[in-house]
């Protein structure tokens, strides 16, 4: 099955720097990985995806790259803001329905 | 427009009780996954349902874990004779039916199980 690895675990920037999130997935033949947001007690939340067919994508202060060949794809928050304080999943998709996600990565935004 | 919802939010059960969990999908989606997230770690893929039909349970325990998603109604995640290792938070997420938009899946709040 599709095995996704994430990193960093913990990750704390200085509100106004940028961040970063690295994802590597398995299978090949994975075409879609979306990017998760979640708050303490609750769930998940869909803030950016991207499909095999794009190699960037961008949504405000937030953008994902995919590197196919590599199998590697990562999350970029410009300008970071302490409500961006949450845990962020990877996730990929080698079928049309079953999501793999990464471990989390805990992102400490500081005033 | 409502998002998923699951109840309870919260449950509490003793060992060797039943726990039934209960998903509504997003209005206009007919395909629901459930999903478990032990703490500290991601969410791993349990089953996936269409109104009536059972897709894919290649996630779930074989047996005490089983999920229905009627023709009328909620999905439902049971749980028999829970046991500690039980103990999680359980998401639900639903997708729409058709084209591309077909892989975006959209969580619920989940439903966090406590055996005691």
């Known amino acids: 099955g599709e095995n996704v690895e994430q990193h960093p675990s913990t990750l704390s920037v200085q509100e106004g720097d940028s961040a970063v999130i690295k994802c590597t997935y398995s299978?090949?033949?994975?075409?879609?990985f979306p990017w998760y947001k979640q708050e303490l007690g609750k769930g998940p939340q869909l803030i950016i995806d991207?499909?095999?067919?794009?190699g960037e994508k961008k949504d405000q202060r937030i953008a994902v790259t995919l590197n196919k060949t590599a199998k590697h794809f990562s999350l970029h928050i410009t300008e970071t803001q302490p409500e961006d304080s949450a845990v962020y999943f990877c996730a990929a998709m080698p079928n049309d329905y079953k999501l793999s996600f990464g471990a989390g990565t805990t992102v400490t935004v500081r005033a | 427009n409502a998002g998923v919802m699951q109840n309870p939010r919260h449950l509490v059960r003793r060992r060797g009780q039943e726990a039934r969990l209960r998903c509504s999908p997003m209005k206009g989606h007919s395909h629901v996954y459930w999903y478990r997230q032990l703490p500290e770690e991601g969410l791993k893929f349990m089953v996936y349902l269409q109104k009536e039909n059972i897709i894919d349970e290649s996630g779930m325990p074989k047996e005490r874990f089983s999920a229905e998603f009627p023709k009328e109604g909620p999905s439902i995640l049971r749980i028999q004779q829970v046991v500690r290792g039980d103990s999680a938070a359980y998401f639900c997420a639903s997708s729409a039916t058709s084209g591309t938009v077909a892989h975006e899946q959209y969580f619920g709040p989940g439903t966090r199980l406590t055996v005691t």
């Open positions: 299978d090949s033949a994975s075409n879609y």
């Open positions: 991207i499909r095999s067919n794009v």
